[in-house]
Structure formats: C-alpha cells, structure tokens
C-alpha cells in the first residue's frame, strides 16, 4: 500500500507539472520558430522582428506558465495572482525563469485560494468585488516582491546547476545513461512529466545559450518506439500483430508515444530494447551535435523535423539520432520476440493497464477496442452496465428505456452492475473505459461502448439497427425496470398530497439543493456531495472516499454538463438509504476536460433511487432544461423542473 501511495503521489507531481506546460506548448513553438527563422544566424534573418525573441522568452513563456499553474490551483482567480507573484523571479534574474514560474504560479494560486477559504461568508453584502481585487492585488504584489528578492536568486543558482550538470554529462559522454531512467518512466506513468515538466524548462535555457537542446529529444524521440512496433509487425502474435502496423503509423507520423507503452507492458523484457534503443539514440545525437530549438510536441518526426535548426547538419544529426534508436530497439526487441515464449498476447488488457498506471484515460484507447461481436437477431434484452449499477447505468437505461418505447420496440432495458450482467445479455452498453470487464463477463454479447450516457449517437444508431433488423413489430412494451423493484411508486415532489408522496420526497429534499457553488476541481465537488450525503443521513463517511475511487474508475461525468458522483459496487453497504444532493454550478467545474453544471451525488440502496433518477435523466437528456436548472433561482424552482419533464 505505501508502495502504491508513492506512486500515485509521484505520478499526481508529474501530471501537474506537465499540467503547466503542456497547455502552452503552441506558445513555446511559436517563439522557436521565430528565434529559429529571424535572429542573425537564422534562416530568413531580419533584425526588426527578431526584437521578439527575448521578450517573448524572458516574459510570454514564464508568464503564462505561472498563470496557468495558479489556474490549475485556484482557477482564473489563482492564474491572474501566480502569474503577478511570477512577474519577481522575472524580473529578479537574467535568465528564462520557467521553473521560478512552476513554482510561483501553483504558490500563489493556493495563498489566495486559503485566503478566499478564509473569509468565505464572512464579506457583508456589496462588498465583495472590493474584498476581491484587493486581496488578489495585495497578495499578488507581497508575493512577487518574496519572489523578486528569495525566490528568483535562488531558483537562478539552481537551474544553473541543473544545465551545468548537463553540460557536464555531455562532456563526460554519460548522457546516454539518462535512458535507463527516461524509458521505462514514460511506459510506467511519466511521459509528459518528463518531457515537459523538466526537461523543456533546462532545454529553453540552453536554446537561449546556444541555439539548440539535445534535452528535447531525450523523452520525444520516437526511435525507441516505432522499433518496438515494427517487431511486432514482424515477430509478434495475434492481436498484438495486427494492430501494430496501424499503432506504428500513429506513433511514428502522429507522435502519440503512449500508444506503444501496451506493447511494451505485454512482455516487459522489451523494457530492454527500448532503453537500448533510447541510449544508442542519444549517443548518436551526442556525437553528431543533434538538438531542436524548441519542443517537439507531440513527438513525431514531422515536429521534429519542424523544429530543427535549419541547417544540413542538424537535420543529419537528429534523423540519424531517430534511426539508429528505431534499428537497435528493433533488433532487441525482435531477438525478445523470437526467442521468448510467446501466447497469443491480449492488448487490450495490456491497453487497460496502462490506463490504470496513468491514472486518466487514454487519448489512445479506442485503437486497442475489440470486436464488439455480432448484432443478434431478434433482441429481447438489452443491459446496461456500470461498475456499481446504481448510477450512470441507471439513467442510461431510463433515456433508452423512453427510445425504445417511443419506437414501438417489444425490448426490456435494464442495468446491472457489470459483476451481475446475465448470462443470456444479447446487447450490453457500457462505457468505454468498461466494456472490456463487460467484454470477459458476457464474451457472447454485443456490445456498446459510449462516452456520453445522456446524449449518445450510440443510442439511434442501435435503434436503427434494431428496426431494421425486423425487431419492431407492434408489441406492448415491457414494464419499466423500476416497477419491478420493491417499494417503488409515482414519483411526485409535490409536499403536502399524501403520506406515501411524503415518503417520495425523502430522496431529493430542498435542503440538499445548493445553488450558486464555486470548486476549484473534481474532487473538491464530490466530496461536497458526499459529504451533503452524510449530513442528510443517507450515507455512511466512508461512502465519501468511495465516490471519489468510483470516478477514478471511470468518470462519473454523464455528457450534457452534468455528472453523477456514487460510491463503487463495494460501497452499497455504506449507503443507509436511497437519497439525492444536487450541487449547481453555474462557472462548472472540470470533470477530465468536460465541464459540469450540475451534480447530481447519489446513494441508491435495493432500487428505491431508481424511479427519480429515471426522471432525471430524461430531464437531463434536453440541454434546454439543463440551462433552466442552472439559471434556477430557488432550490423548489430547480426540483420542479425535473417534476415537470418526468411528468
């Protein structure tokens, strides 16, 4: 467990402080073009826009990395006071203060994120746009005068160490070594950390220097890793075979590096080839004087070959430095193939463990996705399934429920937990990150995979199909799942009718509507929910961290700007009895690069949630009542919305 805590710990480090660059990689291509283009030795050299190249370097660069780390901290709030405290170590050093920026941008996020925490309701009304720019414009100011006068010199003294300890292991011709450690971290969890969040910053300052850095091509190189494909293409089995000529195509011309790791994590002999592969690359590059002005992102050989020097030697240098890597991790790697034992090999297992090292969910994923099977005839049962089936199978199932209905369709839609899916399922619908659990469970079925359960083209496509396929003879439709459960009635929120209404209201009461709520991410959110959850008497405590373990599953985000937060399948003997909270978000928050308005935290026990949910749902399927709910004044109002759609 500690083992695993330290993992997770480095692996959160690392995507943030990628999480600062990454987004302004556009910025550090556009000033390497323009330094590579017009400065005296450039390719077009012109004096009056060359003017740009410092400016752009000294303050753009920083600048936006400091803001943008304050904004991963503390939203717009916390980008405009990092990017002020980031303003001292520019101007208090000679050098290009990238990593002064990483370090004041996340720290003055967080002061005025403490600050606001602090005086949260405590700010008379009219006041607060005057607390507000005050305190950002004080505290902003304190903290670039602590970074102009300690900060800076400090974080000069250390970046000089850190590129004169490359210098030295260029000198020394250990450089190459650096492969034993930058491979297999970036196949286990740290690709973009590496690149972007330690070697870019030290390799601008040596482009400042000297023109070029070899260090942007130590992690982007994309040598090791098409030689591992290609042997695959060559030497492999089974799936891994057929799919590697496509992957190499992607990594190789797309720059996608993580496609590969699967590969990799499949026989992890083959670590071996590609650090050999790495380090003979380096070594060649080292040799022959190889580098690029600015970062190659993504790490294909077009943005590589965009951002080499322009000149004869460089480009030789940095394509040798790309075959030599791809030929010696193809030969190693094609010797582990060959001689190894080897089974027909499962890539998309392989393909889920990376995700799972991430810790996200891949931007590659859907290459590894299986056959999905054959559409049955003559469907009767269609599943929808989630981790805990308390949730976003639920109201999936509702919104597809109401479609098959309104087409006439004889078809009874259910969801279940993926655990608990029949045997005798002939369509099962899951989301991506899920259907290969679903795929082993009912390897017979066919399968579905959607990434947006409340508004998926998935949905009428399978309708389609299933007309056309002669299934949509005028049948009565089945009854709905929920008046199979015990205990489920009418749905009505309406106060003062009769006991059993009362008893319905119970779920989703006006205390458990917060409107107007501000959160600076995900997790900030759900456990808000939980925590409501709680309070309300639905939950246990420890239903709290059983929500956020069931979105870094898989995101509980449904499409529509609304996500669902519940506990895992393991968690429902936490839960006390059914109940809803609702958070509306009117600024949203980010759930995995969606945005979500409304937050619907639930707690399902025997089914007794399912009907409201339903109604949910199908509210929520109207992007037109999801605008009315986030401009909902009054938490009544908000609930009458979705009495009214359900109704």
């Known amino acids: 467990m500690a083992q695993f805590n330290i993992k997770v710990a480095v692996q959160k480090f690392g995507n943030f402080l990628s999480s600062m660059v990454m987004p302004n990689i556009s910025a550090f291509i556009a000033w390497g073009l323009i330094t590579a283009l017009f400065i005296p030795s450039g390719f077009l050299p012109n004096e009056s826009l060359a003017k740009m190249v410092t400016p752009m370097v000294t303050f753009l660069l920083p600048l936006l ?76 100011g304190l903290l670039s005068i602590l ?29 190459p070594l650096t492969s034993i450690l930058i491979e297999p971290a970036k196949v286990l969890f740290l690709n973009n950390a590496i690149n972007h969040g330690v070697l870019s910053p030290i390799g601008v300052e040596q482009v400042k220097q000297t023109g070029a850095s070899i260090l942007f091509l130590l992690e982007s190189n994309p040598g090791p890793g098409i030689g591992v494909l290609l042997a695959y293409c060559f030497f492999g089995k089974g799936t891994a075979k057929k799919s590697a000529p496509g992957a190499a195509i992607i990594h190789f011309f797309g720059g996608i590096h993580e496609i590969y790791f699967p590969y990799i994590l499949m026989k992890p002999m083959l670590f071996l080839a590609v650090i050999l592969g790495g380090m003979s690359g380096v070594f060649t590059l080292v040799l022959l004087g190889g580098g690029l002005f600015a970062p190659a992102s993504p790490g294909s050989i077009l943005a590589i070959t965009a951002v080499t020097p322009h000149n004869a030697g460089a480009y030789i240098a940095n394509f040798a430095g790309v075959i030599v890597a791809a030929l010696v991790s193809f030969i190693v790697g094609a010797f582990i193939l060959k001689t190894g034992k080897q089974s027909e090999e499962n890539i998309e297992d392989a393909a889920k463990k990376m995700q799972e090292m991430k810790g996200k969910k891949s931007s590659v994923a859907d290459v590894f996705a299986s056959d999905p099977g054959t559409m049955p005839t003559n469907v009767s049962k269609i599943i929808f399934a989630c981790d805990a089936g308390m949730g976003s199978s639920a109201m999936g199932a509702s919104l ?31 989301q991506e990150e899920l259907t290969p659990r679903a795929q082993n469970k009912v390897p017979n079925a066919y399968h579905v995979s959607v990434d947006n359960f409340l508004s998926s083209p998935e949905y009428d496509s399978l309708l389609a199909r299933l007309q056309d396929d002669g299934t949509d003879e005028l049948h009565e439709i089945v009854e709905d799942a929920e008046e199979k459960v015990p205990g489920v009635r009418e749905h009505s929120i309406e106060p003062g009718i009769n006991e059993d209404e009362q008893d319905d209201n119970e779920l989703l009461r006006e205390e458990n509507v917060f409107l107007n709520q501000q959160f600076a991410n995900k997790e900030e959110a759900i456990r808000f929910a939980g925590r409501a959850l709680v309070k309300a008497g639905y939950v246990k405590e420890s239903y709290i961290e059983a929500m956020i373990a069931r979105d870094e599953l898989t995101s509980t985000y449904m499409g529509n700007d609304v996500a669902i937060p519940h506990g895992t399948e393991e968690a429902k003997k936490d839960v006390l009895k059914s109940g809803f909270t609702v958070l509306q978000i009117p600024d949203g928050v980010d759930f995995d690069g969606q945005k979500a308005r409304l937050i619907f935290g639930i707690a399902g026990k025997d089914g ?40």
């Open 65 to 140: 990395i400091g803001y943008t780390g304050g904004k991963l901290i503390h939203d717009h709030r916390g980008g405009v006071v990092g990017a002020i405290a980031t303003m001292g170590v520019i101007v208090g050093s000679d050098i290009p203060m990238f990593l002064g920026a990483m370090i004041m941008g996340p720290f003055g996020g967080y002061v005025i994120k403490k600050f606001d925490q602090l005086i949260e309701g405590k700010i008379k009304a009219g006041f607060e746009m005057l607390v507000n720019n005050f305190s950002a414009g004080i505290i902003g």
């Open 147 to 175: 970074s102009f006068l300690a900060i800076g010199p400090a974080v000069d003294v250390f970046t000089g160490w850190l590129v004169a300890g490359v210098d030295w292991l260029v000198g020394t011709g250990l450089l």
């Open 400 to 430: 597809l429920r109401k479609k098959v209905k309104e087409a006439g369709l004889n078809i009874a839609v259910t969801n279940t937990a993926i655990s608990n899916i029949p045997a005798d399922a002939q369509i099962v619908i899951t």
């Open 608 to 647: 007794t949630h399912l009907e409201i949910l339903s109604g949910i749902a199908v509210t929520c399927s109207d992007m037109e009542n999801i605008e009315k709910m986030v401009k909902a004044t009054s938490a009544r109002e908000l609930m009458e919305i979705i009495k009214v759609e359900n109704n």
